[in-house]
């Protein structure tokens, strides 16, 4: 689990003008919030926290004016739709041996039976519960060999120690589909859509 420091510095300003002001020094409006403390409006620098943000679940270590360390997760990251940019992000306030409920990228590794099937991702991320501080970046699935009609569920799938799962243990996150069962349903778009025509 990685740990990121970033500079914070406190914001009195709000609304839209005063976000854009923000982001145009290449900084993002933040809020932080939890343990049941007021949220703190801050401001981070733009770039380190959009390198950060492509690890999930990162650690974030916050210097806030140099007034000591607080550590966060991120909760929610709003991005400009067009640009990709960074418009505002919430973090959650954690500490170090508390436990959080994330949801963790599930990757796939391994060829799949030979004829040509999909596999099908039910759940992109895992929802489980880990300590703060050692929150796993995803997990990897081995679905080598894996014929149609296979399913990979939740408790199925090796989690490292200190991490449980808070989905049910027989939730789908992978399944195999039959090739020929999409190509099927395609034809039978295609029919129902001539028959439509017709009528």
């Known amino acids: 689990m990685s740990e990121v420091k970033l500079a914070a510095e406190s914001r009195t300003e709000f609304g839209k003008g005063a976000a854009r002001r923000i982001r145009r020094d290449n900084k993002v409006p933040v809020v932080l919030y939890g343990h049941g403390t007021d ?24 210097d806030i004016e140099g007034k000591g360390s607080e550590l966060a997760i991120p909760k929610s990251v709003v991005r400009d739709p067009i640009k990709g940019f960074l ?35 039910v759940l992109n ?28 569920l939740a408790k199925d799938i090796t989690l490292p120690k200190g991490v449980s799962l808070t989905v049910e243990d027989d939730a789908v996150v ?11 349903s395609a034809e039978d778009e295609e029919t129902a859509g001539e028959e439509a025509a017709e009528a």
């Open 39 to 62: 949220p703190q409006h801050l401001t981070l620098p733009g770039h380190d926290l959009l390198l950060a943000l492509r690890t999930p679940n990162v650690l974030i270590s916050l």
């Open 87 to 121: 418009e505002h992000v919430d973090l959650l306030l954690v500490k170090r041996g508390e436990k959080v409920t994330v949801e963790i990228p599930v990757h796939a590794e391994g060829e799949l039976a030979p004829g040509g099937n999909l596999l099908e991702h």
């Open 125 to 152: 991320a895992l929802p489980v519960e880990a300590e703060a501080t050692h929150i796993p970046e995803s997990v990897t699935v081995s679905v080598e060999g894996l014929e149609a009609g296979a399913s990979i």
């Open 174 to 184: 992978l399944q195999v589909l039959a090739a020929q069962a999409e190509e099927e």
